[in-house]
T-cell receptor, first 114, second 110 residues
Framework: AAGVIQSPRHLIKEKRETATLKCYPI?????VYWYQQGPGQDPQFLIS???????DKGSIPDRFSAQQFSDYHSELNMSSLELGDSALYFC???FGGGNLYGYTFGSGTRLTVV | LAKTTQPISMDSYEGQEVNITCSHN???????ITWYQQFPSQGPRFIIQ???TKVTNEVASLFIPADRKSSTLSLPRVSLSDTAVYYC???????????FGTGTRLQVFP
């Protein structure tokens, strides 16, 4: 079965550069969520989109922005990168908000800022 | 969203049964208890979800007492590959995202 696809798997950027992470949800899933997981930490919710509209916002820095496109894939844009942005970034998708039907996570993008 | 509390870490040996208990004293009537498993450098993976009593699937069992203020994830006969972080989450009808607390790091030894 198709899973949530994230690209790239690994990304190395220098401070103050920009990065774009992509997420392709499971077919027919209409909701996408972004999480950040620092080393040894638990996943932290960043932002979510439902039917191409932002549905919720968590602890996402102003330097980050995201959107969901007409084909339901989503991109997380990160500017003015800082060393502290080094983390695993996960995308999850669900149908109609998940809750009772489960959320499926991708394998993540490991971002390293040097 | 109800806050959950679970042990930070647990150790076990291969072949043993592991029970991880989670407390969620403020669970609401419409909330469900959900457990996710996360291996290093991988995304969390749904394990099991339940509302009350007992739920069993091919991976685990979930025991929920009548007051629903706690739940226990039971992993039968663990193997080395069960070494992971296990998260207990409470989700409701209006949940639009998962909020992860501090999971339980299970280490299985040979």
């Amino acid at each position: 079965a198709a899973g949530v696809i994230q690209s790239p798997r690994h990304l190395i950027k220098e401070k103050r550069e920009t990065a774009t992470l992509k997420c392709y949800p499971i077919p027919r899933h209409d909701t996408v969520y972004w999480y950040q997981q620092g080393p040894g930490q638990d996943p932290q919710f960043l932002i979510s989109f439902y039917e191409k509209m932002q549905s919720d916002k968590g602890s996402i820095p102003d330097r980050f922005s995201a959107q969901q496109f007409s084909d339901y894939h989503s991109e997380l844009n990160m500017s003015s990168l800082e060393l502290g942005d080094s983390a695993l970034y996960f995308c999850a998708s669900s149908f109609g908000g998940g809750n009772l039907y489960g959320y499926t996570f991708g394998s993540g993008t490991r971002l390293t800022v040097v | 969203l109800a806050k959950t509390t679970q042990p930070i870490s647990m150790d076990s040996y291969e072949g043993q049964e592991v029970n991880i208990t989670c407390s969620h004293n403020n669970i609401a009537t419409n909330d469900y208890i959900t457990w996710y498993q996360q291996f290093p450098s991988q995304g969390p993976r749904f394990i099991i979800q339940g509302y009350k009593t007992k739920v069993t699937n091919e991976v685990a069992s979930l025991f929920i007492p009548a007051d629903r203020k706690s739940s226990t994830l039971s992993l039968p006969r663990v193997s080395l590959s069960d070494t992971a972080v296990y998260y207990c989450l409470v989700v409701g009808d209006n949940t639009d995202k998962l909020i992860f607390g501090t999971g339980t790091r299970l280490q299985v030894f040979p």
